[in-house]
């Protein structure tokens, strides 16, 4: 397998692990409050609205800091670097899952724009096939995941899908595989 070929493979699996974890949040956040904290529904979709702001801020985030530190880092730091909130979360109190949920959103969400940058770098003349197989791969994984983990949760419950999902972020080990892209100086 070649480097690109590889590195396209190391970022789909990056891709994959983020969806699943987004998708356990964004589609399950507000039962998972409810049942964990016996909070009302106004409440745990506030607290919801507070994690997607988090991902709005990362999203706008990862691009210009990927541009500044290297894209691969901010990958490493993105998806590594949710891992501790994602593994504390579910032993956490509500005060901390919300703190917790804030760290992940913002995390999580600055690392599909250097995960797309980056791709569009390995393939630099194939932009809209890079960028279609990053966005369709990320919405059917998420599509997929929101299913598959609302089954597990009716088979055994919302707290173990969080326990279980708590873990899809250390797969941004595999980030330490990507080769370091130098951008070419004009001169």
């Not at 692990?17 to 049942?35: D, E, R, V, W």
């Not at 932009?127 to 598959?148: E, P, Q």
């Amino acid at each position: 397998m070649d480097k690109t070929a590889l590195s396209i493979a190391i970022l789909l699996i990056l891709i994959f692990s983020k969806y699943i974890y987004m998708a356990s949040l964004t589609s399950y956040y507000t039962f998972y409050l409810i049942h964990k904290f016996n909070v009302s529904v106004q409440d745990s979709q506030l607290y919801l609205f507070i994690f997607l702001v988090a991902t709005a801020i990362g999203t706008l985030i990862g691009g210009p800091v990927g541009d500044r530190i290297g894209r691969k880092y901010v990958i490493w730091a993105s998806i590594l670097g949710a891992a501790p909130f994602s593994l504390l979360m579910p032993h956490a109190n509500l005060l901390w899952t919300i703190i917790l949920s804030f760290c992940v959103g913002l995390m999580l969400s600055s690392a599909f724009p250097a995960i797309l940058l980056y791709a569009q770098e390995l393939l630099p003349t194939k932009l809209g096939l890079i960028s279609g197989l990053f966005f369709g791969f990320a919405f059917g994984v998420a599509g997929v995941a929101s299913a598959v983990l609302g089954n597990l949760a009716d088979k055994t419950s919302i707290e173990y899908v969080y326990n279980i999902c708590a873990y899809m972020p250390l797969l941004g080990l595999v980030t330490f595989f990507l080769p370091n892209l130098k951008k070419k100086k004009i001169e």
